[in-house]
């Protein structure tokens, strides 16, 4: 089974910290993601990468930055982080390969972050 | 830009009845992937189901199936014999044909998710 293991399952920072989410995947995957989720908005597409040192920004990258250093590890950066920035934070995976568009994401467990 | 519309927040069933949640998109592709996931308390989300949109026969697993109407754009997930397990948010997912420009067409887009409550 394909394992994306996320840092920290709660995190409590405080405005203007530097706040890094890490994110490990086990299956070689070429794209990694990184969502916010909060009530009645669904899941948003912040950053995304489909190779090592690759991203493209998503929906709503203003606030934050990534960093993809090995194929198996995506970080995502609150520069100078916010309240506004509470949420939770959720991180997928997915190959990709010539036939692989039914393939699904896989995620991590979420990391619920309050920002003070 | 593709949109995925769920409009029901909130949905409530009786154990072993049958459920079904709606799910409608916008696209002007003809060749596309639905998806619906369900994000349990534990807050891990998992694939229910998947539907490529070439194929005309409605995917199913299990006691979950779907209600795929290319014309209409409406994708809806019905849940039979529904369990207490089964409580939990459902989103349904949006997600272009793969394109030549490495994993970018790999996004998907989510609905605005569904609570389903299942009543014992």
């Known amino acids: 089974d394909v394992k994306v293991t996320q840092s920290s399952r709660y995190l409590v920072k405080r405005t203007g910290e530097k706040v890094f989410l890490e994110c490990v995947q086990d299956?070689?995957?070429?794209?990694m993601f990184w969502y916010r989720q909060d009530p009645g908005l669904g899941l948003r597409l912040i950053y995304f990468?489909?190779?090592?040192?690759?991203?493209e920004k998503g929906d709503i990258p203003e606030g934050y930055s990534v960093s993809r250093e090995k194929k198996e590890r995506f970080s995502l950066i609150l520069e100078s982080a916010s309240t506004n920035q509470t949420s939770m934070y959720l991180c997928?995976?997915?190959?990709?390969?010539?036939?692989?568009?039914?393939?699904?994401?896989?995620f991590g467990d979420g990391t619920r972050l309050s920002i003070l | 830009a593709q949109t995925v519309t769920q409009s029901q927040p909130e949905m409530s069933v009786q154990e072993a009845e049958t459920v079904t949640l709606s799910c409608t998109y916008d696209?002007?592709?003809?060749?596309?992937?639905l998806f619906w996931y369900k994000q349990p308390p534990s807050r891990q989300m998992i694939l229910v189901i998947r539907?490529?949109?070439?194929?005309?026969q409605n995917a199913t697993e299990n006691r979950f199936s779907v209600n795929f109407q290319k014309a209409a754009k409406s994708f809806s997930l019905k849940i039979s014999d529904s369990q207490l397990g089964d409580a939990a948010m459902y989103f349904c997912?949006?997600?272009?044909?793969?394109?030549?420009?490495?994993?970018?067409?790999?996004?998907?887009?989510f609905g605005t998710g569904t609570l389903l409550a299942v009543q014992p």
């Open positions: 997928a995976s997915s190959p990709y390969y010539r036939g692989s568009g039914n393939q699904p994401q896989h």
């Open positions: 299956m070689d995957h070429e794209n």
């Open positions: 990468s489909y190779d090592v040192k690759m991203k």
């Open positions: 696209t002007s592709e003809s060749d596309y992937y």
């Open positions: 539907q490529e949109a070439y194929k005309q």
């Open positions: 997912a949006y997600r272009n044909p793969l394109g030549g420009d490495g994993g970018a067409t790999n996004k998907l887009i």
